[in-house]
């Protein structure tokens, strides 16, 4: 009784508040990275292992425009309009004509992809990482740290990215075309729904996502031509333990993940902390292998 | 046999179809023709690829041989969403509603077309709904909460959104009760009445006979029989052949 | 392996007809309940033993999930399946087929990468010899006499050494049928085994069926009348999950009960 009382006592309460924050922040740009990938695989049935590097393309892209033109807002825009269309066009060369073949041939292409997109991201800014200047600095005081004010400003941006996202699926016409497609292909398409461009548009959706928090990230670590690793490796677990397909899952699992493993972080190091996400992993395949956050089916 | 021939071309025709799953081979050259504004009856057991027929026609299923014609054009490698575009309305069998989707975006993925003005879209759903109240009730309502009777009158009016020139309807009254198969009657003679052609695949011969103008019989992936609807009963022999033991 | 292993040798004759015809096969209150749907509804089904016997039936009447339900792939929510006198209820698929009931599938389940001899042959092979770790299989010479007098049987002898996948349709579906030959069965379910099948290849089909009847009890779910008229001994018609009707084939064309769910007159 006296060992509970004193480990209650001895929780470092101001640490826990603070990340939470972390936590939730990480979990809203981990969402919007985990969004996009299972929209992909609930759509058309792809596991895109290149969306790590969509996200280090966008932050990449938004590099180069902070450089030329100071504004990170332009930054953001412009990545995630550039790295959609690089997307679609992925999707239109490689991805298209593998439709309905064996699923591991689309998990070669798109591994292919990233390999390719690391290669050239090396090969065209070097190993150097590089920075992006968060677009305003400032904190404001929590106990007896300060709180950077801009990683506030990502988790709402996300969450906004992400709430946009999910009011035009629910509204607009072509959100009633992505649903259906993604509930009966074949109906689908017997109901005059090109189903081929609402599969490249979803793609290009998603990799805009991914560039957008991409540069969204870019401040709290460097970009480099191997971020993408361990972002898409964390997204595809969030997916799982999500439930495949499920846009809202994913959103939840991301933050409930992000969650765990800052506070794991309070006891042990951040680098230990990250077994955090495997072991709900392994549990959520163990006991509920369709998605933690899904309803179980009948 | 003596058949009514169609006085215009003929709205879809469907030449030598040979269609395989693999190598299973489903359809072993069918051949059969809807006029503009007809109802046409595909009638046989199951299994026989009355279903297979319809997939071809929508270019669900590629056929490895033969031709389908869309007012006398080939449409030949055409994706389905084409077709339904030019025209082709398919409610299948088991219905495949958008369950999740409520009724009204269930009929919004045929409604909302380019190149329809909103008047007309508007209208379209007013008929709709004129045709079938239960679902204006439910016009809320996610699909998957419908009973099957009016998830069956929701795939008729989805397609109907289409404002096809011809509807391929496949069972329409598989597991209904009596009292819905009449309605899906009514239906199907109000289409008729409004110029859209049918192409019915059924088992339920009584129906078949009196709402279709011609009736096909199939048998083991080709039609063997072809008749004028108003010469044949329920109870003679062709048909105790194709359908009965 | 001298001479060509005849159907009577690779099959002994203890299936015979002689004597009171005793029912190799029957259920009693089968019930199989999804929900709140009955699949199947207090089914009593009996078939003797040497009889041919289908099973026909509208769509959804139950006859695939009554095939589930005596291969032991579907647990029966109540009632009891006996075979040759033994309680066989909610046993696993493979102590089923232990017990000497073997079935084909609709969806052929062939091993299309193997010869066609070594899909019967590995079949055969698990019925003896089925534990055996050590011992290569070349060693077993009664399995390949086995396998070879069922490929006779199916008429498939001389296609022995050819891909599985290079067979055309109608060949793998017979193929598909001997695999479950070689597994020495004493009852044999086959689920529409000519789907799909030209005018042709249905007659082959027919006569095979005719050729292996003589040491067993078949069950044969069917669409196409005409195999069902001219194989079966008797019929039985299912309809929504029941037993609407069962008689000789002519019986049965002429049940009034029987033309209606068909006619829906």
């Keep these: 009784m006296g060992a509970i009382l004193e480990f209650i006592q001895s929780i470092p309460y101001d640490q826990l508040l603070i990340q939470t924050l972390n936590g939730i922040v990480t979990g809203m740009i981990l969402a919007l990275i985990a969004s996009g990938l299972t929209l992909i695989f609930g759509i058309m049935d792809v596991v895109n292992f290149a969306h790590g590097e969509l996200f280090m393309l966008g932050a990449y892209i938004g590099v180069v425009v902070l450089a030329t033109s100071g504004s990170f807002w332009l930054a953001l825009i412009i990545a995630t309009l550039v790295v959609a269309l690089i997307g679609a066009a992925l999707q239109i060369t490689t991805l298209r004509p593998l439709l309905g073949r064996d699923p591991l041939t689309t998990i070669l292409a798109t591994f292919g992809i990233s390999l390719v997109l690391q290669n050239y991201a090396l090969w065209q800014f070097g190993p150097v990482a590089r920075k992006i200047q968060e677009p305003f600095t400032g904190q404001f005081t929590l106990f007896y740290l300060q709180y950077p004010w801009y990683r506030l400003v990502i988790a709402g941006l996300s969450a906004a990215i992400i709430g946009g996202f999910w009011l035009f699926l629910k509204y607009g016409t072509f959100g009633i075309w992505i649903r259906a497609t993604t509930q009966d292909r074949t109906m689908a398409q017997a109901m005059g729904i090109p189903v081929p461009w609402v599969h490249t548009a979803v793609f290009a959706i998603g990799a805009g996502m991914a560039a957008a928090s991409g540069v969204l990230f870019g401040p709290l670590v460097g970009v480099n031509h191997a971020m993408g690793l361990d972002w898409v490796l964390k997204a595809f677990i969030v997916v799982v333990v999500g439930g495949m397909g499920s846009l809202g899952g994913s959103i939840a699992a991301s933050i409930f993940i992000s969650l765990l493993e800052s506070y794991a972080s309070i006891w042990v190091s951040p680098a230990q902390a990250v077994i955090v996400s495997f072991v709900v992993l392994i549990l959520t395949l163990l006991f509920r292998p369709t998605g933690l956050f899904v309803p179980t089916p009948k | ?245 | 392996m001298a001479a060509t292993p005849s159907i009577e040798t690779a099959f002994p004759a203890d299936a015979g007809r002689e004597g009171a015809p005793a029912p190799v096969l029957c259920t009693e209150g089968l019930t199989i309940r999804f929900g709140g749907l009955v699949a199947l509804n207090s089914v009593n089904f009996e078939i003797a033993r040497g009889e041919i016997r289908a099973i026909i039936g509208p769509n959804g009447a139950g006859k695939s999930t009554f095939f589930n339900c005596l291969t032991g792939v579907l647990r029966p929510s109540s009632g009891r399946i006996l075979f040759s006198g033994e309680d066989i209820t909610g046993l696993s698929p493979d102590r089923v087929s232990r017990r000497g009931i073997a079935r084909s599938y609709q969806i052929t389940n062939i091993l299309p990468n193997a010869t066609v001899l070594e899909n019967v042959r590995i079949a055969a092979q698990s019925r003896r010899h089925g534990w055996s770790m050590l011992t290569h299989y070349r060693a077993y010479g009664d399995i390949f006499d086995k396998a070879e007098a069922v490929l006779q049987s199916v008429g498939l002898r001389s296609k022995a050494a050819e891909l599985a996948a290079n067979l055309s349709h109608g060949e793998q579906r017979n193929l598909e049928i001997g695999i479950a030959l070689a597994t020495e069965p004493q009852l044999l379910c086959l689920d529409e085994p000519t789907a799909g099948m030209s005018a042709a290849e249905t007659h082959e089909t027919i006569a095979l069926v005719r050729r292996i009847a003589k040491n067993l009890t078949i069950l044969i779910v069917e669409h196409d009348m005409q195999v069902v008229m001219e194989l079966a001994h008797r019929i039985t018609v299912f309809h929504y999950g029941a037993v609407l009707a069962e008689g000789t084939p002519a019986e049965i064309q002429q049940n009034p009960r029987v033309l209606e769910v068909y006619l829906k007159t």
Aim: glycine fraction near 10%; proline fraction near 4%.
């Design chain 2, 1 to 245: 046999m003596s058949v009514p021939e169609t006085p215009t071309e003929p709205l879809v025709s469907v030449e030598s179809l040979h269609t395989y799953y693999g190598k299973s081979h489903i359809l072993n050259g069918v051949s059969l023709h809807v006029g503009r504004g007809e109802v046409v009856g595909l009638l046989g057991r199951n299994g026989v690829g009355k279903s297979t027929t319809l997939k071809s026609i929508m270019g669900l299923v590629r056929p490895r041989q033969g031709r389908v014609l869309l007012g006398g054009n080939s449409v030949a490698g055409l994706p389905a969403h084409k077709l339904a575009r030019l025209g082709i309305g398919y409610v299948p069998e088991d219905r495949r509603i958008f369950r999740l989707l409520t009724v009204m975006e269930n009929l919004r993925t045929g409604l909302d077309r380019r190149g329809v003005a909103d008047a007309r879209k508007q209208e379209l759903l007013d008929k709709v709904y004129a045709y079938f109240p239960v679902l204006a009730e439910r016009r809320n309502q996610a699909g998957g909460t419908l009973s099957g009777g009016e998830q069956q009158m929701l795939a008729i009016a989805r397609a109907m959104m289409l404002e096809p020139k011809i509807i391929l309807l496949d069972e329409p009254t598989e597991g209904l009760m009596p009292r819905m198969v009449w309605q899906i009657r009514e239906i199907i003679e109000a289409l008729h009445h409004e110029g859209v052609a049918i192409l019915l695949v059924e088992q339920n011969v009584p129906l078949t006979l009196e709402a279709s103008q011609r009736v096909y019989f199939m048998e083991k992936g080709a039609i063997r029989h072809h008749a004028a609807a108003s010469t044949l009963k329920a109870t003679d022999a062709v048909v105790q052949q194709y359908l009965g033991v």
